[in-house]
């Protein structure tokens, strides 16, 4: 039986455009769930437009072990008894420069729907959201060093289209605190973006970007209880002042957009302007009467490298969730 991704066994969470034949989404930690009674299941994705080499997913059956595959047009999964099961599949990284703003998207999760012959309803995650608004740290670019141990020196290209073999947005600062909170969350990350600058794969600056899921397609998710913005680390050449005025656009268009959620300013872990921006948070709260929460994260790890290592990652975490404990109440 083929069960399309409307259907009342699949959940989708992340920032999906909801097509007619298909859920897309470009954002790594977007993700799928369905349910099915059986042992085996098969998902089906269209990957026609999709760039070699594929991009990385975590997939996973039960809230168990997750196993990395690449993306492919029929992913079986299948379980080890017969059952009730529930089986997860996570964007987990790509190549930062794949195209995952405008058509063709070679770097996209287009998810058809389940092939099973017993779908049943999936149980409702009624777990607070959290919103995570960064770049390519906040995606979990580079976590991981080993795909090459530098025996075998590689071309700035062949480097840059390995790198679906490096990134983990599941090993990120992001997704470690979601999990100790117990939020689900949603990404909004891409590589060298800031809110002065637009990134790799021609992805906007964050405050013309944040309403879309990739252009042409406005995002149609709920508001997230809670929103993080981490910004800062590609905004340096740009200059103070541009950077807190471009802040404080993006502060507006997430406001606007979303009025009941929590929003909490988490500062560049490379220090950029982090002084500044609290100052002008507070200007701002001050200005408009609201109450954007502001975390210093100056000193938690050393600026190199720029992209924090899986341990660098869980650090950022450590520090952060006390402090975000004391929001999320």
């Known amino acids: 039986m083929n069960i399309p ?3 009342e066994s699949i959940r989708l969470t992340g920032r999906w ?3 007619a034949d298909c859920a897309t989404a470009t954002a790594t930690g977007s993700y799928i769930e369905f ?14 437009s999709n760039a070699q080499p594929r991009l990385h997913l975590w997939i996973q059956i039960d809230g168990g072990d997750m196993i990395e595959a690449n993306i492919d047009s029929h992913i079986r999964v299948l379980a080890k008894n017969d059952g009730d099961h529930v089986c997860r599949i996570i964007y987990k990284g790509g190549t930062e420069l794949d195209r995952r703003w405008y058509q063709p998207l070679t770097g996209k999760v287009s998810f058809v729907g389940v092939q099973t012959e017993t779908p049943i309803p999936i149980t409702p995650d009624n ?6 608004v960064g770049d390519s740290i906040t995606e ?5 060093t080993d ?3 530098g025996d075998v020196p590689l071309s700035t290209a062949v480097f840059d289209v390995m790198r679906c073999y490096q990134d983990d947005v599941c090993a990120t600062y992001a997704w470690q605190t979601a999990e100790a909170l117990d939020l689900r969350p949603i990404f909004m990350g891409y590589g060298a973006v800031g809110v002065t600058r637009a990134g790799a794969g021609d992805v906007p600056a964050a405050p013309e970007s944040y309403l879309y899921n990739f252009d042409g397609s406005p995002i149609t998710h ?6 993080l913005i981490n910004h800062g680390a590609n905004d340096r050449p740009n200059g103070v002042e541009r950077y807190l005025q471009k802040y404080e656009e993006l502060l507006d268009v997430i406001r606007e957009h979303n009025p009941t959620s929590v929003i909490v300013s988490l500062s560049a872990f490379v220090g950029t302007f982090h002084g500044e921006l609290g100052e002008m948070i507070e200007r701002y709260n001050q200005k408009h009467g609201c109450c954007v929460h502001f975390i210093d994260s100056f000193g938690w790890i050393p600026e190199v490298p720029l992209h924090p290592l899986r341990d660098g990652h869980s ?3 450590k520090n952060l969730i006390p402090l975000m404990k004391e929001i999320v109440k």
Do not use: C, Q
């Open 222 to 227: 709920e508001s997230a209880d809670y929103i």
């Open 127 to 132: 777990r607070r959201t959290i919103e995570f």
């Open 5 to 7: 991704y409307t259907h």
């Open 147 to 149: 795909f090459n141990s």
């Open 315 to 317: 650090t950022v975490a």
């Open 140 to 144: 979990g670019v580079l976590i991981d």
């Open 35 to 48: 349910a099915f009674r059986g042992k085996m299941a098969v998902a089906k994705f269209n990957i026609v």
């Open 17 to 19: 455009d909801r097509g």
